[in-house]
């Protein structure tokens, strides 16, 4: 009788386990994640397991998120981390290692590579895994076609740069399209840049495509060092670049992170601005924008080199979670191509090459074009644990030489110098 009990407990305890087992996905707090919960309702009829969101506000969710991971607990079973969350998270041992699962489930050549290493492996090259690919965003750039297409506009112009008014190629050139629209007394400006300084979300997000376009780098990362490499010529080439665009950006922009410079193009008040492509669908919704059908997008430019700054998150599992398989289940589901193809119908970045490449993919979203061309010069920063000590710093120095405390030099040089300190207490073999 006792052995009947416990076997029909056990059986009746695992369907109920089954059947009520809820996942919380926790994100940042915007169309991608809202996106994300209303296809997940797909997997529930598939699997009768359950998702709930739990969108937190950008400016929260990174320390929210560690904070639960520092308590060894966590509300969350699946985390979408910022790409250079990975390091910290791996080495506070907050992330589930998918390894084996990631080697069996995944099949690497069907994505584009900056994905695989930037939001799943860690360290670089290890073939350790804790993540899949989610949302493949990146910085590109928003303009207003009106102007750049006005005939009256385009022969000024030319008369004045020698050269046709359009997309800019170049960097010069970018600079000389914000000059030219730059006319305070129309309340016009030429170009909105995100110069918070922040760690993530403001001014290094966008500084570093043009500061990886000059040709510059950041550190050599087997050595950890910084000086005569970060403030090397072109380092300090696109720093003076950086500081001369202000003159172009509205007055108070100092402070611009996402929303703001949102807002400067939502209120014709700049020609062009840059940001995170994921964030477009406030620019082009006429109840959001006064210039919603004047907005077109295009790829940051080059320069010596050609180099995008990698944005989006990838899909991990919390190492606290007690519905790890479930969880596993739900990103195999997630990587399907079926699902990939209705995250992309729906106006998100898939990074599934086959998806990307298909011209169908263009019909979906005005910015996969932009997003098409951008992905194979995708590039991140430090995926270290001191990456937010590290981005931190260099945001406020350049924050400071663009109000006139440093020069560019200046600035770069003290960067170089703060950058090898952090990296010699992490144990970096600094002499």
């Given at each position: 009788?006792?052995l009947v009990m416990?076997l029909?407990?056990?059986?009746g305890?695992?369907l109920v386990?089954?059947?009520e087992?809820t996942?919380?996905?926790?994100?940042?707090a915007?169309?991608p994640?809202?996106t994300?919960i209303?296809l997940?309702?797909?997997?529930?009829a598939?699997?009768?397991?359950?998702?709930?969101?739990?969108?937190?506000?950008?400016?929260?969710?990174?320390?929210k998120v560690?904070?639960?991971f520092?308590?060894?607990?966590?509300s969350?079973?699946?985390?979408?981390?910022d790409?250079?969350?990975?390091?910290e998270?791996?080495?506070?041992?907050?992330l589930?290692d998918?390894?084996?699962?990631?080697?069996?489930?995944v099949?690497?050549?069907?994505?584009y590579?900056?994905?695989?290493?930037?939001?799943?492996?860690?360290?670089?090259?290890?073939?350790?895994?804790?993540?899949?690919?989610?949302?493949?965003?990146?910085?590109?750039?928003?303009?207003r076609k009106?102007?750049f297409?006005?005939?009256?506009?385009?022969?000024?112009?030319?008369?004045?740069?020698?050269?046709?008014l359009?997309?800019?190629?170049?960097?010069?050139?970018?600079?000389?399209?914000?000059?030219?629209?730059?006319?305070?007394?129309?309340?016009?400006?030429?170009v909105?840049?995100?110069?918070a300084?922040?760690?993530?979300?403001?001014?290094?997000?966008?500084?570093?495509?043009?500061?990886?376009?000059f040709?510059?780098?950041?550190?050599?990362?087997?050595?950890?060092?910084?000086?005569?490499?970060?403030?090397s010529e072109?380092g300090?080439?696109?720093?003076?670049?950086?500081?001369?665009?202000?003159?172009?950006?509205?007055?108070?922009?100092?402070?611009?992170s996402?929303?703001?410079?949102?807002?400067a193009?939502?209120q014709?008040?700049?020609?062009m601005?840059a940001?995170?492509?994921?964030?477009?669908?406030?620019?082009?919704?006429?109840?959001?924008?006064?210039?919603?059908?004047?907005?077109d997008?295009?790829?940051?430019?080059?320069?010596?080199?050609?180099w995008?700054?990698?944005?989006?998150?990838?899909?991990?599992?919390?190492?606290?979670?007690?519905?790890?398989?479930?969880a596993?289940?739900?990103?195999?589901w997630?990587?399907?191509?079926?699902?990939?193809?209705?995250?992309?119908?729906?106006?998100?970045?898939?990074?599934?090459k086959?998806?990307?490449?298909?011209?169908?993919?263009?019909?979906y979203?005005?910015?996969n074009?932009v997003?098409r061309i951008?992905?194979?010069?995708l590039?991140?920063f430090w995926?270290?644990?001191?990456?937010?000590?590290m981005?931190?710093?260099?945001?406020?120095?350049l924050?400071?030489?663009?109000?006139?405390?440093?020069t560019?030099q200046?600035a770069m040089?003290?960067?170089?110098?703060?950058?090898?300190?952090?990296?010699?207490?992490?144990?970096?073999?600094?002499?």
């Amino acid at each position: 009788f006792l052995l009947v009990m416990v076997l029909c407990f056990g059986i009746g305890m695992g369907l109920v386990s089954a059947e009520e087992v809820t996942l919380t996905v926790t994100w940042a707090a915007w169309t991608p994640m809202d996106t994300l919960i209303a296809l997940a309702e797909e997997f529930t009829a598939q699997t009768g397991i359950k998702i709930k969101g739990d969108p937190i506000p950008w400016g929260q969710y990174h320390d929210k998120v560690f904070t639960e991971f520092a308590s060894g607990k966590t509300s969350f079973d699946i985390v979408l981390p910022d790409s250079q969350w990975i390091g910290e998270a791996v080495v506070g041992n907050h992330l589930l290692d998918i390894t084996d699962w990631f080697n069996k489930t995944v099949k690497k050549e069907d994505f584009y590579d900056v994905f695989i290493q930037s939001f799943c492996e860690y360290p670089d090259g290890s073939g350790k895994y804790y993540g899949v690919p989610a949302l493949g965003d990146f910085c590109g750039m928003a303009y207003r076609k009106d102007l750049f297409d006005d005939p009256t506009e385009q022969e000024a112009f030319k008369a004045k740069y020698g050269y046709d008014l359009k997309v800019p190629e170049t960097y010069t050139q970018l600079k000389d399209i914000a000059e030219f629209f730059t006319r305070p007394d129309k309340n016009l400006y030429g170009v909105a840049l995100w110069q918070a300084p922040i760690p993530s979300g403001g001014l290094v997000d966008e500084f570093l495509a043009v500061f990886w376009s000059f040709g510059a780098d950041l550190w050599d990362p087997k050595t950890g060092q910084v000086k005569g490499i970060l403030n090397s010529e072109k380092g300090v080439k696109a720093a003076q670049w950086w500081l001369d665009m202000y003159k172009f950006c509205p007055p108070g922009s100092t402070n611009y992170s996402m929303d703001e410079a949102n807002t400067a193009m939502q209120q014709g008040l700049v020609a062009m601005m840059a940001t995170y492509l994921a964030f477009y669908p406030g620019l082009v919704d006429p109840n959001m924008s006064m210039v919603a059908d004047k907005i077109d997008f295009m790829p940051t430019p080059k320069e010596e080199q050609w180099w995008i700054q990698l944005g989006g998150q990838g899909m991990s599992v919390s190492a606290y979670s007690p519905h790890k398989e479930e969880a596993l289940k739900f990103m195999e589901w997630w990587l399907s191509p079926e699902t990939q193809w209705k995250w992309a119908q729906a106006g998100m970045f898939s990074c599934m090459k086959s998806i990307v490449e298909d011209d169908k993919y263009l019909e979906y979203a005005l910015v996969n074009k932009v997003a098409r061309i951008s992905y194979p010069h995708l590039r991140d920063f430090w995926e270290i644990p001191q990456y937010n000590e590290m981005g931190t710093f260099m945001a406020e120095t350049l924050n400071a030489a663009v109000l006139g405390k440093y020069t560019a030099q200046e600035a770069m040089d003290i960067t170089a110098e703060k950058h090898e300190e952090i990296l010699k207490k992490a144990g970096y073999p600094l002499k």
